[in-house]
């Protein structure tokens, strides 16, 4: 059983070691990494300007809603008037 413990531990320790040299970046590895990360970058800007288009055609609807109804209540209240005058 301590042999099997012993074996299982050396290998870990050899594995680690010999990974050590591997883990170093190539120039290609680094550049890979960068593009990665610049495209991440513009997904989340672009996803940030989809937001601000959607926020802003929000906010336009609501504003001509709002027209719409002060129009609607402008001609509310010609009618109204109109009524009352023929009575």
Known sequence: MKSRLTAAAMTALLSVLGTGVALAESPLEKSVRQDGRDVSKDA???????DKGAAHAAD????????????????????????KKTL
């Open 44 to 50: 989340r800007h672009d996803a940030k300007e989809v």
């Open 60 to 83: 336009e609807a609501d504003r001509t809603d709002t027209h719409l109804d002060k129009e609607r209540h402008r001609e509310d209240k010609k009618i109204d008037k109109e009524y």
